[in-house]
């Protein structure tokens, strides 16, 4: 909230600045009106523009939430399909591989023999994602299973979301939502540098800038007058970035 502070503060103070007329006129381009109005909806426009980026990255952080949360019963569902269209074994025991991996309940010390991927690089993720359960490993593997699936001869199902075009399309929303998070993710970061570097940093800042000005009004009209009194219930914090 103390950024919310300083920019309030600072409304006010080129609310009182306004009111002095033509007995305001600095010398410094900054300290006047024009530079201090500008740079005040900057930073307004900074807040809101940081306000609407977390939002945005909480509204995908709740739906991938969801998306992933609906796996485990995806994939049950999916076994049970198997059972039921009596496929091999080996091609059971594969793919309750992968089901373990998406689902972290892999038994400990368990050896069994990683699925051979079509390049080193994707069988090495499989045997790394024993110990991982992230929302990329995740994705990662149940792209897997559903390539598996698609090659599993009398796989039968009547549920349209169990259909192997359904599942990869599945696997295609899962990934996609980790990129718009990061995406998402990347942008609120950029709007808080951005925002920060309008309230903190140098010299045009918004926190050196309200010091500056203070300082000016004390010097024009005397640090004991009634101007400078209407300073003092103006306090303008800097936070500690980098």
Same mark, same amino acid.
């Given at each position: 909230?103390?950024?919310?502070?300083?920019?309030?503060?600072?409304?006010?103070?080129?609310?009182?600045?306004?009111?002095?007329?033509?007995?305001?006129?600095?010398?410094?381009?900054?300290?006047?009106?024009?530079?201090?109005?500008?740079?005040?909806?900057?930073?307004?426009?900074?807040?809101?523009?940081?306000?609407?980026?977390?939002?945005?990255?909480?509204?995908?952080?709740?739906?991938?939430?969801?998306?992933?949360?609906?796996?485990?019963?995806?994939?049950?569902?999916?076994?049970?399909?198997?059972?039921?269209?009596?496929?091999?074994?080996?091609?059971? =025991?594969?793919?309750?591989?992968? %089901?373990? &991996?998406?689902? +972290?309940?892999?038994?400990?010390? $368990? !050896?069994?023999? /990683? #699925?051979?991927?079509?390049?080193?690089?994707?069988?090495?993720?499989?045997?790394?994602?024993?110990?991982?359960?992230?929302?990329?490993?995740?994705?990662?593997?149940?792209?897997?299973?559903?390539?598996?699936?698609?090659?599993?001869?009398?796989?039968?199902?009547?549920?349209?979301?169990?259909?192997?075009?359904?599942?990869?399309?599945?696997?295609?929303?899962?990934?996609?939502?980790?990129?718009?998070?990061?995406?998402?993710?990347?942008?609120?970061?950029? =709007?808080?540098?951005?925002?920060? %570097?309008? &309230?903190?940093? +140098?010299?045009?800042?918004?926190? $050196? !800038?309200?010091? /500056? #000005?203070?300082?000016?009004?004390?010097?024009?009209?005397?640090?004991?007058?009634?101007?400078?009194?209407?300073?003092?219930?103006?306090?303008?914090?800097?936070?500690?970035?980098?």
């Amino acid at each position: 909230m103390s950024h919310v502070k300083n920019a309030d503060a600072y409304s006010r103070l080129v609310g009182i600045c306004t009111g002095y007329g033509g007995t305001y006129n600095p010398g410094r381009q900054t300290l006047q009106l024009k530079a201090m109005r500008a740079l005040l909806e900057a930073v307004q426009s900074s807040l809101r523009d940081v306000s609407q980026k977390r939002n945005a990255l909480s509204g995908i952080t709740n739906e991938r939430i969801r998306a992933y949360k609906n796996l485990d019963l995806l994939i049950g569902r999916i076994i049970g399909t198997l059972k039921a269209s009596q496929v091999d074994d080996d091609t059971l =025991a594969n793919v309750r591989y992968y %089901t373990r &991996l998406i689902t +972290g309940r892999m038994k400990a010390g $368990s !050896n069994r023999p /990683a #699925v051979t991927g079509e390049d080193n690089d994707a069988e090495s993720l499989i045997k790394r994602a024993l110990t991982q359960q992230s929302y990329v490993a995740k994705a990662f593997n149940f792209m897997r299973l559903a390539q598996l699936i698609e090659k599993v001869p009398g796989y039968a199902t009547a549920a349209a979301d169990l259909q192997p075009s359904a599942l990869m399309k599945e696997a295609d929303r899962l990934m996609a939502l980790n990129e718009a998070w990061s995406k998402a993710k990347v942008a609120l970061a950029n =709007a808080r540098i951005h925002r920060d %570097t309008l &309230l903190y940093k +140098g010299v045009d800042s918004l926190h $050196s !800038n309200a010091l /500056a #000005v203070k300082s000016y009004l004390r010097v024009e009209f005397g640090s004991q007058s009634q101007q400078a009194a209407q300073l003092s219930e103006l306090s303008f914090t800097k936070r500690k970035i980098r």
